[in-house]
T-cell receptor, first 114, second 110 residues
């Protein structure tokens, strides 16, 4: 069974500071890992994903995440926060079976302070 | 870029009424899903659908819920007798090798 833990339901950073959103997963099989962003009253937008290959994946809006199997982690980072990054961020995992469901974390609300 | 389309974007219904949420998945996808997000909570899996039948469902997906692919293009979620606690954002998704989510329907039960 898969599960996702996002440490920190609320994270605040200053504009221009490093963003680090934590995600740890539990999976009985090699997982696919995802980060989604949700702006207020909007849907889920895929930021980035890890399936196979390079463990450091780059996504949209300057975000990246690194899959660390030994730590069962997939933390999301961005070197310099922008005001427009304020949103809810969800980490998700699925196993590699075609058609399998996603398991989402509880989300982290990112606030960017000017 | 292909996209999953959901209608309506917002629906208000009275408690006890039936509601149908509609989704048009990406045309060559074979797997379809509904997820729910209660305000302020995480996104939760409801049901997956493949080959015209339910392939998996969660504990949330009880007898008041049903899904259908009535015409080969639409994928619907029906809630027979809505309760206040059904108020949530409902996301449709479809997948082939990759999963795409729709923008969601916000259901408000009053």
């Amino acid at each position: 069974a898969q599960s996702v833990t996002q440490l920190g339901s609320h994270v605040s950073v200053s504009e221009g500071a490093l963003v680090l959103l934590r995600c740890n997963y539990s999976s009985s099989v090699p997982p696919y890992l995802f980060w989604y962003v949700q702006y207020p009253n909007q849907g889920l937008q895929l930021l980035l994903k890890y399936t196979t290959g390079a463990t450091l994946v780059k996504g949209i809006n300057g975000f990246e995440a690194e899959f660390k199997k030994s730590e069962t982690s997939f933390h999301l980072t961005k070197p310099s926060a922008h005001m427009s990054d304020a949103a809810e961020y969800f980490c998700a995992v699925s196993d590699r079976r075609t058609g399998n469901q996603f398991y989402f974390g509880t989300g982290t609300s990112l606030t960017v302070i000017p | 870029e292909p996209e999953v389309t959901q209608t309506p974007s917002h629906q208000v219904t009275q408690m006890g009424q039936e509601v149908i949420l509609r989704c048009v998945p990406i045309s060559n996808h074979l797997y379809f899903y509904w997820y729910r997000q209660i305000l302020g909570q995480k996104v939760e899996f409801l049901v997956s659908f493949y080959n015209n039948e339910i392939s998996e469902k969660s504990e949330i997906f009880d007898d008041q819920f049903s899904v259908e692919r009535p015409d080969g293009s639409n994928f619907t979620l029906k809630i027979r007798s809505t309760k206040l606690e059904d108020s949530a954002m409902y996301f449709c998704a479809s997948s082939d090798r990759e999963t795409f989510f729709g923008q969601g329907t916000r259901l408000t039960v009053v």
